[in-house]
């Protein structure tokens, strides 16, 4: 930023790092954290790229920004822009969940609905920004933004009394956080205020997995179907991929799929364990984490953060699919009691 840079208006980042002990004892963990940037301006981390993008684009003197985007680089540049009074265009997938879409009309976008993938959406969009000269808000493209996402990381070190822990567990799907992630660890540990770099577990949907099958089974990534609920990680033609595959290996880290069943556990388990709320995608690194400990590769005194990427509330459907419906009684306590007594409560 230059010093004559406007200040943002909004407040990104500097989210909470809980320490879950009950959700520890749920997955044998002693010392496991939760850093929930669900709680950001727009309620997902992709508020730390949106608002470089927005200053960047306001010190070029640019009045339009415009991105494609699963949802939440959407809302969240949506939300973003308006603060600082920029016109949006805005690219996303046909199936975004309404949550996502509802925030970006009540920000002031122009919203692009594409019939199609992420993948038509992100070409149409590219083809859409040469043509009318926009700012480039999308991720893998803009050098910037990963500075933004890196300070997810700058935080986790500093609420940890810059010491690093051993694992940090993140969802995967362009790769642009948890590049970021590896890039703010190592600048820390570069200018030596942590002493060591943790390692980094990047979790993927099962039904959408390009770099955690290239990661598991030591090649070269290919593009893959988009098939799970998690949409925010729902990326077949991943735009970070060789930034993300080598922040792993380097980290000395690994990957790993969770299904679809365990991305709805996981929400239950943090919500009911940490009151804390996440949406599938958001809570698909908890899912993964449980797995690999599971299998013994993390082990029970290791040092663990999930980041939450994302707040549940962007996705209610899921919530429901997840939680079950409420218990429904007619203004009647006589039925109240019924209901309770069928479910041997309270
Ligand atoms: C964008 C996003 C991710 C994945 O980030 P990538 O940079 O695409 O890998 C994970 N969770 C949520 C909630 C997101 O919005």
């Given at each position: 930023m230059e010093p004559s840079t406007p200040r943002p208006q909004l407040r990104v980042g500097l989210s909470p790092l809980y320490r879950t002990v009950n959700l520890g004892e749920q997955l044998g963990l002693n010392h496991l954290y939760v850093k929930?940037?669900?709680?950001n301006p727009t309620a997902s981390l992709k508020d730390r790229a949106s608002v470089i993008a927005v200053m960047k684009a306001v010190e070029e003197k640019m009045t339009t920004i415009a991105c494609s985007s699963t949802g939440n680089a959407a809302s969240s540049l949506a939300g973003n822009a308006a603060a600082m009074g920029l016109k949006t265009f805005i690219f996303v997938p046909g199936r975004a969940p309404q949550g996502k879409v509802a925030q970006l009309l009540i920000f002031g976008a122009n919203v692009i609905s594409v019939q199609g993938s992420y993948s038509d959406a992100f070409q149409l969009s590219a083809e859409a920004i040469e043509r009318w000269g926009w700012y480039n808000r999308n991720a893998a493209i803009n050098p910037y933004l990963m500075e933004g996402k890196k300070t997810v990381s700058l935080e986790i070190a500093e609420q940890l009394a810059w010491d690093a822990p051993d694992w940090v567990v993140v969802s995967v799907g362009d790769g642009c956080i948890i590049s970021g992630v590896w890039k703010g660890f190592q600048d820390l540990y570069r200018v030596g205020w942590i002493d060591k770099l943790p390692k980094l577990l990047g979790v993927q949907a099962a039904g959408c997995s390009p770099l955690a099958d290239a990661i598991l089974e030591d090649r070269a990534w290919r593009p893959a179907e988009?098939?799970?609920?998690a949409d925010s990680i729902a990326?077949?033609?991943?735009?970070n991929a060789e930034k993300a595959l080598r922040a792993v290996r380097e980290s000395k880290g690994t990957m790993v799929t969770v299904s679809d069943e365990e991305i709805l556990s996981a929400m239950r388990l943090l919500g009911r364990t940490s009151g804390i709320f996440g949406e599938p995608a958001g809570v698909t690194g908890l899912a993964g984490l449980k797995t690999l400990v599971e299998r013994g590769v993390?082990?029970?005194d290791e040092r663990v953060v999930v980041i939450v990427?994302?707040?549940g509330l962007k996705d209610v459907k899921n919530a429901i699919t997840a939680a079950g419906e409420p218990i429904k009684v007619e203004p009647s306590m006589d039925q109240l009691v019924a209901e309770l007594k069928k479910r041997q409560l309270p």
């Open positions: 929930d940037d669900g709680q988009e098939n799970t609920i990326v077949g033609v991943p735009r993390i082990g029970s990427t994302g707040n």
